[in-house]
């Protein structure tokens, strides 16, 4: 079955970095464009950044020149590398696989103290 398993979460002080990881599994993941999308505690689920089948890559503009986007479509897995991180980038990471359907992961806490 379809899996999408993140990884790579935790505690960081503001001006640090992590690097999210999004393992999948049961679908032809070159096929899908891969996305990580966070959501603060009560606020909505944003889009982070997408990387399309294409290759073209976007961001919210909140991370752009922070965060870079990658995948890996031999390893399946696609990464988010996360630099400056501040306080208000405290949130619960999902990824994401798109194409005629989507699927979703379970979510990795991010918390940046300041």
């Known amino acids: 079955q379809v899996q999408l398993v993140e990884s790579g979460g935790g505690l960081v002080q503001a001006g640090g970095s992590l690097r999210l990881s999004c393992a999948a599994s049961?679908?032809?993941?070159?096929?899908?464009?891969m996305s990580w999308y966070r959501q603060a505690p009560g606020e909505e689920r944003e889009l982070v950044a997408v990387?399309?089948?294409?290759?073209?890559?976007n961001y919210a503009d909140s991370v752009k020149g922070r965060f870079t986007i990658s995948r890996d479509n031999v390893k399946r897995t696609v990464y988010l590398q996360m630099n400056s991180l501040k306080p208000e980038d405290t949130a619960v990471y999902y990824c994401?696989?798109?194409?005629?359907?989507?699927?979703w992961g379970q979510g990795t806490q991010v918390t940046v103290s300041g």
């Open positions: 994401k696989a798109t194409s005629l359907g989507a699927y």
């Open positions: 049961g679908f032809t993941f070159s096929t899908y464009s």
């Open positions: 990387s399309s089948v294409g290759g073209s890559i």
